[in-house]
């Protein structure tokens, strides 16, 4: 196992990490108070081709492997976790298009997705089918050479700014998970509307709503994959993105580290700055401890998926042990600046009160423990 | 127009700067573009995009390890690279080192020079006032403004209560300011693309010089050691009455620090 990069994707990884600190550090707060979709940083990274690292070079994209764009997606949060999660979301639906789709469904959506001009969002969860997505009751009812779909997805991150939406339905509840069918839906058709953006806890720099889908026609071609191969799309493009969370909460931690480490250097009490009492010291040994273990089980992750090995299990350990680590990093960052760590005026409360989506979506850290326990049963 | 872009290899800004015996030591320290070369090339590469026959080529003196650097700053959009590599490049003056890259200029061939105002390394600020001079080429030099129109090259520098405006024809050497322009970021692809670019690595020999040309032999100046900037002792606060304050200070500043 060698996560060791090469010089190509060690500049790549450079450029990330000096977008990151020059571009997006400064404007975290800023982005994140919008309650907006950031655009302008959207299409800024498309215009530098960050979306496409993962695809082959005769798609247009980079032809890189999974280890670099995790790499760059742990760059990327450690600048701003809104902007790391949707660089993950998109490219991941994006990504699963051009895996599952016709070869015409992929020229018509990838480039433009690559490019940063559209936005692509990912629609499974359901009001009642969160974790168990197979229950799923979105339908997709055969008709005049397409389908027409009826349902309501929930939780979606871009929500109404979103151009295009990978939507799972059933053509047949009968079937269970074998009736799941993923079909790319176009902002605009007819029958398609959004909830009002969800009041959430964090993670404000990007929308989360519902995605109502009414009648809403969708022709064949806009099928991705067969019919009843949606969960597998679904799972396999879930695979790629919990190593993205792992990757955004490692890049969290390590903003929450630094910027609480800035802190403890500079704040005196009794005398001293209070980096020097052993009590902090022991704070930030073990925030460094799990940053890096948290980085090397997401590296280990993201290098087995680039090699086109098994990772499922591996993916799920990073998003677990990530997510849950980040969590406790970012609790102890807030400990460590005090009162001044609880006021929005600093940058880490809000850090916190992002992190806690992450052991929450991309599959809860519950369900992660249950893809890692199938692996032993 | 074949427009060379001069880089220097330096540290980053961020960088740990030890000394030891007298020199700088350079492990652990990670090594970039000149932050000012960057605003010649983001200017090279606007007369490039503004349309035209235009070729934008890197220039590189260094040790073999500039060669990093150099693809650096072909990943922000240039065509060609060129690096001198020698191991003297660290002894060169400033004198040399415009020598060394007038003697590459002359073999690579060029219409229009950029290069920054000064290395954040050294900053001697004479390197492309130098090669300039040595090429018989017009100059200017700490520029913030330049319009290029009908092969006539009109810059503006900021001088002491004012812009001052210069005109001249190509080709020239414009050393470049901050403001003259803001530099991109490399784009992932033009990354990539580097190492299906042209990239020639000169000897001495290549470009007509010999070891008697450079480094300390070469050299009107000799660096003889580097030393760390001495720490700063810690400020003292004078507590008390103003009466006895005052009195305290003029005493100190009269006996300890010996300044009045």
Redesign the interface.
């Given at each position: 196992m060698d996560f060791a990069l090469d010089?190509?994707s060690e500049?790549?990884r450079d450029?990330a990490r000096?977008?990151a600190t020059n571009e997006l550090a400064p404007r975290m707060a800023e982005i994140d108070d919008a309650h907006a979709h950031p655009w302008d940083i959207f299409k800024q990274l498309g215009?530098?081709?960050?979306y496409?690292?993962i695809f082959p070079e005769e798609a247009g994209g980079?032809?890189l492997d999974f280890l670099t764009y995790a790499i760059v997606l742990e760059e990327i949060a450690t600048g701003c976790f809104n902007t790391g999660l949707m660089m993950g979301v998109h490219t991941m639906s994006t990504h699963a298009t051009y895996t599952w789709g016709s070869k015409e469904l992929s020229e018509k959506y990838v480039p433009q997705c690559m490019a940063g001009e559209k936005l692509f969002a990912f629609a499974l969860s359901e009001p009642d089918y969160g974790s168990d997505a197979a229950g799923i009751k979105t339908r997709a009812v055969k008709k005049d050479g397409g389908y027409v779909i009826n349902g309501t997805k929930a939780w979606i991150t871009f929500g109404e700014a979103a151009d295009y939406f990978l939507v799972m339905a059933t053509v047949d509840p009968e079937l269970k998970s074998k009736g799941i069918t993923a079909f790319i839906v176009e902002k605009g058709w007819d029958g398609l509307s959004f909830g009002e953006p969800e009041k959430k806890m964090g993670g404000n720099g990007l929308i989360t709503s519902q995605v109502i889908l009414e009648d809403v026609f969708v022709p064949e071609e806009n099928r991705v994959g067969d019919e009843g191969v949606g969960l597998k799309i679904a799972l396999g493009a879930l695979d790629g993105g919990r190593i993205g969370i792992a990757a955004n909460a490692t890049g969290v931690m390590r903003r929450a580290f630094d910027e609480s480490l800035k802190y403890a250097k500079e704040r005196i009490q009794f005398g001293r700055e209070i980096i020097r009492f052993q009590s902090m010291q022991f704070k930030f040994a073990d925030m460094a401890a799990k940053i890096e273990a948290s980085s090397l089980l997401t590296k280990k992750a993201a290098w087995l998926k680039g090699k086109g090995l098994p990772c499922t299990k591996e993916a799920s350990i990073a998003k677990l042990i990530s997510t849950d680590f980040a969590n406790e990093v970012c609790s102890e960052a807030v400990q460590v600046m005090g009162a001044y760590g609880y006021m929005q005026d600093y940058p880490v409360e809000r850090l916190l009160r992002y992190i806690k989506c992450t052991q929450i979506f991309e599959g809860t850290n519950e369900i992660q423990r249950i893809v890692i326990a199938k692996h032993f049963m | 127009m074949k427009i060379v872009c001069l880089v220097k290899e330096v540290p980053d800004s961020e960088a740990k700067i030890t000394v030891e015996n007298g020199k700088i030591k350079e492990t652990g320290v990670k090594f970039i573009v000149n932050p000012y070369d960057e605003y010649g090339i983001e200017e090279a590469l606007k007369i490039k995009e503004a349309g035209g026959e235009h070729q934008v080529f890197i220039l590189t003196f260094g040790t073999e390890r500039a060669k990093?650097v150099m693809?650096?700053a072909m990943?922000l959009g240039a065509d060609e690279g060129f690096l001198v590599a020698d191991g003297s490049a660290p002894d060169c003056d400033s004198h040399t080192t415009a020598k060394v890259l007038a003697a590459a200029l002359n073999k690579i061939g060029f219409d229009m020079i950029f290069c920054g105002k000064q290395a954040i390394d050294d900053d001697s600020s004479q390197v492309g006032v130098r090669v300039a001079e040595m090429l018989s080429l017009g100059h200017a030099s700490v520029v913030n403004k330049f319009e290029l129109t009908d092969g006539k090259v009109k810059v503006e520098r900021q001088i002491q209560g004012g812009q001052e405006v210069i005109e001249m024809p190509v080709p020239c050497v414009i050393t470049c300011q901050k403001g003259l322009n803001d530099p991109r970021?490399?784009?992932?692809?033009n990354?990539?693309a580097?190492?299906k670019k042209p990239r020639t690595v000169f000897t001495l020999d290549d470009i007509g010089l010999s070891a008697d040309d450079v480094g300390v032999n070469g050299s009107f100046v000799e660096v003889t050691k580097f030393e760390p900037p001495l720490e700063k002792a810690p400020g003292r606060v004078i507590e008390g009455e103003p009466e006895d304050t005052a009195k305290e200070l003029i005493r100190s500043l009269r006996e300890e620090a010996k300044v009045i």
């Open positions: 010089e190509t500049q790549i450029l000096d977008f215009e530098l081709g960050f496409g690292i980079l032809g | 990093k693809e650096s990943a970021y490399p784009s992932l692809k990354i990539m580097v190492k």
